[in-house]
């Protein structure tokens, strides 16, 4: 069953690493919240969250996601102790090529949020780099306010919009 | 696509003609109104449907509708409905009654005539001055492809609204955009040109990439645009004739965004992310030679050139929020130039060179503003949950931006005028975003 199911994980991807558009990756940027949808990719590909090798795991036990104040791409305290354990686990499951995204609300100008996302996805990058994890298995890629993860217009969504996933496929060490 | 090609290389040639007996100078030109004046009472025109001279059929009507819209569309010119006219209009070259129109106020009177056939459609109009009792200007013709007839009717409005207000006209224009489709955290984006008023739509990409903010050049033939095609935000320029699209020295590791053209063509300015830090930077795009403008730890995007290539204006937030700053086009020390309360983005030079068009954002609300180029005299135009990104018609006196309602609600085009009086949207058949004007059509 532990094979069937790192076979699985392999294959599903496998085939999110041949999307060459990191939305389709889907996890923080077309799917919806948490899951990974929008790739045709549901979660049962990538392994029980009881699994703590599966990017299941990752995303929902560990947390793929931070979050920001408005304008800001400091990390907050429990960023940190996010990102710390994230840093932990990417150590021990080196086969994985990372992508940060940086996600903005949509309270803002589109050029400005884009350079936004991408300050927010920096953060998250240099300081996983400074837990350990090779910067040469990361990317970070900015989507403004293109792909906001909860549709409203109140604080509540926007909050949940401003955010840098971590989001992983096959690759780097494969 | 060869229709659109068609569309812009399709030549609307124009023509004086002599109208016999209506050409008469008047003594007096009161047809005359006078843009930035505070406010404008809307003149009052007729518009008799053009007659067919052969061939037009229905096609009379529809250029004499665009014709109508086109003016009434600034907001300057209201029209008088056609079942109040005494005099009956069946023919081009009959005299007009002067005395019959000034009865019923109009003051501006335009006639006209539709030919078609063999393809290609020709239109005559006069302009006249009621009360001088005369035609303004000479009688003209534009002729051109059937299939461009819109362009010939925006053509013979340009040239009426540019004899009343002494300005150039900006009918006969298009605009690039994005037009959008699907739940707003999937949206697809598209590239997509229209007329100025919505018609002829044409998509110039599918949406298997998201696509923001397109620039024409400044002769219209080319578009610069940001792409996620690679996966990263990188600016590319597609030749509208054969749609070809290149990217612009892609480095991997950056994005770059935010791209505008300079005046005469042959570069690109535009913002590139390394790092988290965005800069400007500056490419000619024959040689591929990269100049970096601005070098600070803030963002500075969304730079536009001064009409003469002299300055560049830009957003920074190194204050600690975003605020507009110019600097010369070879960079060095910027100046600040916003100083209200809220923050200001998005700044674009007008044609004209007097006014920089901006969106503020100020206690939760968006608005499109004008401000001088030393940042006085600023107004704020519109107020909504979200406005943004202006773009100037090719005159610099209409601004078209970017209206997105709050929560599910799509994205629409509106334009509205440098007063702040005439705010209308822009019928498009999908979503839209980014509007980006083109010049006026040779």
Not at chain 1, 18 to 28: F, I, S, V
Not at chain 1, 29 to 40: H, K, L, N, P
Not at chain 2, 258 to 272: N, Q
Request: hydrophobic share 40%; aromatic share 8%.
């Amino acid at each position: 069953m532990a094979y069937m199911t790192k076979a699985l994980l392999i294959v599903a991807a496998l085939g999110l690493a041949a999307c060459k558009n990191p939305d389709r990756y889907g996890a923080g940027g077309a799917g919806g919240a948490g899951g990974v949808g929008a790739g045709g990719v549901n979660g049962t590909g990538l392994g029980s969250a009881s699994d703590p090798t599966s990017v299941a795991y990752f995303q929902q036990t560990l947390g793929d996601r931070v979050f920001f104040l408005v304008d800001q791409s400091t990390l907050s305290d429990e960023a940190r102790g996010i990102l710390t354990r994230q840093a932990q686990w990417l150590q021990q499951n080196a086969d994985y090529a990372i992508i940060i995204e940086g996600h903005a609300d949509e309270q803002g100008t589109r050029e400005y949020n884009l350079a936004l996302g991408a300050r927010r996805a920096s953060a998250v990058q240099n300081f996983l780099i400074s837990q350990g994890v090779s910067a040469n298995r990361m990317r970070t890629v900015s989507y403004g306010k293109e792909r906001p993860i909860e549709v409203c217009a109140q604080e509540a969504c926007f909050a949940k919009n401003r955010r840098a996933v971590t989001v992983l496929s096959m690759g780097a060490g494969a | 696509m060869s229709r659109l090609r068609h569309i812009f290389t399709a030549a609307v040639a124009a023509a004086t003609i002599g109208a016999g007996a209506l050409v008469s100078t008047p003594a007096e030109a009161r047809l005359t109104i006078t843009l930035g004046t505070p406010v404008i009472e809307p003149m009052p025109f007729a518009l008799p449907t053009f007659v067919d001279e052969g061939g037009a059929g229905g096609l009379a009507a529809e250029i004499s509708a665009v014709v109508a819209g086109d003016l009434i569309g600034t907001g300057l010119f209201e029209q008088i409905p056609q079942n109040a006219y005494i005099q009956q209009v069946s023919s081009f070259d009959a005299a007009v009654s002067y005395p019959d129109w000034q009865a019923i106020n109009a003051q501006a009177l335009i006639t006209g005539a539709v030919q078609a056939g063999g393809g290609q459609v020709a239109v005559k109009f006069c302009l006249h001055d009621v009360f001088a009792n005369g035609t303004l200007g000479e009688c003209m013709q534009f002729a051109g492809d059937q299939g461009s007839w819109r362009r010939v009717a925006h053509k013979v409005a340009d040239a009426v609204y540019s004899r009343i207000t002494g300005e150039g006209g900006y009918f006969d224009s298009r605009v690039v955009f994005v037009a959008e489709s699907g739940p707003k955290n999937q949206r697809q984006k598209r590239l997509a040109v229209m007329d100025y008023d919505g018609a002829n739509v044409n998509y110039l990409t599918d949406s298997s990439s998201i696509v923001l903010a397109p620039r024409f050049s400044p002769t219209g033939d080319r578009i610069l645009f940001t792409s996620y095609s690679s996966g990263f935000p990188q600016i590319y320029l597609m030749d509208v004739n054969s749609l070809q699209i290149r990217s612009l020295g892609e480095q991997p590791g950056t994005m770059t965004f935010a791209p505008r053209f300079s005046p005469d063509g042959r570069k690109v300015v535009f913002s590139l992310e390394r790092g988290g830090n965005s800069d400007i930077y500056l490419l000619d795009i024959g040689s591929g030679g990269l100049t970096q403008l601005t070098n600070a730890p803030s963002i500075e995007t969304a730079p536009s050139f001064s009409p003469d290539g002299s300055e560049i204006v830009f957003e920074s937030d190194r204050s600690g929020g975003q605020q507009i700053y110019i600097m010369s086009a070879s960079g060095g020390e910027p100046r600040r130039i916003s100083g209200g309360a809220g923050r200001y983005g998005t700044p674009v030079w007008s044609p004209r060179g007097d006014y920089i068009a901006f969106t503020k954002q100020n206690q939760g609300r968006f608005h499109i503003g004008v401000m001088l180029t030393d940042g006085t005299e600023e107004k704020l135009l519109t107020s909504s949950y979200l406005d943004e990104g202006p773009t100037w018609a090719p005159n610099g006196r209409v601004i078209m931006f970017t209206r997105q309602p709050p929560g599910e609600g799509s994205p629409q085009l509106w334009t509205v005028d440098t007063s702040g009086r005439v705010l209308r949207p822009v019928q498009t058949e999908t979503a839209a975003s980014d509007p980006a004007w083109s010049p006026l059509l040779p």
